[in-house]
């Protein structure tokens, strides 16, 4: 089993289609469509011969599809606990083991192999060399792309990973990158990190970048509000608050002309943002129509997009301080 997004990028047999953590059956709707036809919303259309598995509704099994096939069950697991070691390997290989098992194998039902060439890889300028990228990981920023991880690394940057909720200090760095997550979720802890938070202003006052996303950027707020009510101070490096909805509030595919370069990624959220900043610019959907709000304050760079680094490498590099 694979990411969508590593699909082009590696040398894969692909046997049978499984669409994770769709939340509601307009979703699989959406991805198996009207006529039975697979496809993903984003834009990955599942070449002829490619059993579609299903969706995976989040803690449900795998429901079986019109015409498709009994695929198993498999269990969701929050992005935030994927660290991207062994252990995740092995639990996505024993998840496509059982895919294959339950299929039989068989030809008539999985249908023929599908292969995909491997484009060819452009060469990535080391334009970050000789620069330190800290990265906050942890159960509260756990949404992160290997793939931006690996681009920032092909750049040239030395990558200095920390964790918030363990009281980890800011490593020296040039440049800091606060991903996605579930913030909130932990926000009494993180709310007592003012010595973080002290940290990262005196990294933006020294004019040295900061790129937030999504759970990052509602870190930098003034105060996060959970579902509860509870209000919890965070960084304040932002004016404004984010505040917990108890409905999904965005979802789908992005692209946005920063003036770095234009980078494109996705959003999915459960909170707005009430703040008076007013954005740099905002991304575009793809199929036409106003995306998400993003931010420049001093050497900060916010909003709710959660970039995909490989996309425009150059671009990146200049986000993190390149030709500064």
């Known amino acids: ?48 011969g490619v059993a579609h598995g299903g969706g995976l509704l989040r803690g449900q099994p795998l429901a079986r599809p019109p015409g498709g096939i009994e695929a198993g069950r498999l269990q969701i697991v929050r992005t935030a606990r994927l660290g991207g070691g062994r252990d995740d390997e092995r639990l996505l290989d024993a998840g496509g083991r059982r895919f294959l098992e339950e299929a039989g194998q068989r030809r008539g039902a999985i249908g023929e192999p599908v292969h995909f060439a491997a484009p060819a890889a ?12 800290a990265i906050a990981r ?74 937030a996303e999504c759970g990052g950027m509602m870190s930098l707020f003034d105060e996060v509000v959970d579902r509860a009510g509870e209000r919890h101070p965070l960084a304040g490096l932002l004016p404004g608050r984010a505040v917990m909805q108890q409905r999904l509030a965005a979802l789908g595919m ?18 707005r943002s009430d703040t008076p900043l007013a954005p740099l610019c905002r991304a575009r959907r793809p199929a036409g129509g106003d995306g998400e709000a993003i931010y420049r304050h001093g050497s900060i760079t916010a909003s709710y997009v959660h970039f995909y680094f490989a996309g425009n490498p150059p671009a990146v590099a200049r986000l993190f301080g390149a030709g500064a």
Not at 11 to 24: D, P, S
Not at 33 to 48: C, I, K, Q, S, W
Not at 122 to 133: E, F, T
Not at 261 to 267: A, K, N
């Open 1 to 48: 089993m694979a990411p969508c997004h590593q699909l082009g990028r590696q040398r894969l047999t692909i046997r049978g289609a499984v669409v994770g953590a769709v939340e509601v059956e307009r979703q699989q709707r959406v991805v198996r469509g009207p006529d039975h036809e697979d496809r993903v919303e984003v834009g990955l259309r599942v070449a002829d």
């Open 138 to 211: 942890d159960a509260a920023y756990g949404f992160i792309y290997p793939a931006n991880v690996d681009t920032l690394r092909e750049l040239g940057a030395e990558i200095r990973f920390f964790s918030p909720l363990a009281g980890d200090a800011l490593p020296a760095c040039d440049a800091l990158w606060l991903p996605g997550g579930y913030p909130e979720l932990h926000a009494t802890v993180l709310s007592t990190r003012r010595d973080l938070w002290q940290a990262l202003a005196s990294h933006v006052a020294a004019g040295r970048p900061l790129l």
């Open 254 to 271: 992005q692209v946005a002309d920063l003036p770095e370069g234009q980078l494109s990624g996705h959003t999915f959220h459960y909170s």
């Open 122 to 133: 452009a060469p990535v300028p080391a334009l970050l060399a000789g620069s330190r990228v």
